[in-house]
């Protein structure tokens, strides 16, 4: 099976500006989880989404946001970029949301 | 969530046994011991998983202590592609933290050719 795939890999934005992530999860996998990842904050989980609902959400401001479409695929959005925003965000999947999670290689966002 | 500990760093020797030591001493009886990884830039693997016995895969095995407040990842024989950051974190059974895992700073580990 392909693994849980990310695009873009890299992205510098401005901020201000919003940007849209993609996660695409393996096949028959129904759940998937972001994460944020950085020097100072480590990694740190932003929400999951089963069948198209969003079921768990950390602890991070409503510019964050997401949503997942009925082949699972799922985006992120994070409107009005700021400086600290800049971090690797991961993408994970998994069958149901409580079982083993499969990552892929993150998207690299750079906030200038 | 209930919280690990774990040392800082750790090193190794090539193909010597590495043992990667976790403490949860506030762990629930339904937490379940999983153990991540993540290799430089790359997103984090699963490495493995148990309750309350021992636990052995392809990759390593898991060794938990009887009252279940500590635990050791064993690598067998470590390579260098095991250099790594190893995350100890526990996990709930049947609880609502969907897609949730909770990550510390983890333990480097380096291994020396």
């Known amino acids: 099976k392909a693994g849980v795939t990310q695009t873009p890999r890299y992205l510098i934005k401005t901020r201000g500006q919003q940007v849209t992530l993609s996660c695409s999860p393996i096949?028959?996998?129904?759940?998937v989880s972001w994460y944020q990842q950085t020097p100072g904050q480590g990694l740190q989980f932003l929400f999951e989404?089963?069948?198209?609902?969003?079921?768990n959400k950390g602890n991070f401001p409503g510019r964050f946001s997401g949503r997942q479409f009925s082949n699972s695929r799922s985006e992120m959005n994070v409107s009005t970029l700021e400086l600290g925003d800049s971090a690797l965000y991961l993408c994970?999947?998994?069958?149901?949301?409580?079982?083993?999670?499969?990552f892929g290689p993150g998207t690299r966002l750079l906030v200038l | 969530d209930a919280k690990t500990t774990q040392p800082n760093s750790m090193e190794s020797n090539e193909e010597e046994p590495v043992h990667l030591p976790c403490n949860h001493s506030t762990i629930s009886g339904t937490d379940y011991i999983h153990w991540y990884r993540q290799l430089p830039s790359q997103g984090p693997e699963y490495v493995i998983h148990g309750l309350t016995s021992n636990v052995n895969n392809r990759m390593a095995s898991l060794a938990i202590a009887e009252d279940r407040k500590s635990s050791t990842l064993i690598l067998h024989r470590a390579t260098l592609r095991d250099a790594a950051v190893y995350y100890c974190i526990l996990r709930e059974s049947g609880g609502t933290s969907y897609g949730k895992l909770t990550f510390g700073q983890g333990t480097i580990l380096t291994v020396h050719p």
């Open positions: 994970a999947s998994s069958v149901a949301g409580q079982e083993t999670q499969y």
């Open positions: 989404y089963f069948s198209e609902t969003q079921r």
């Open positions: 096949s028959g996998h129904r759940s």
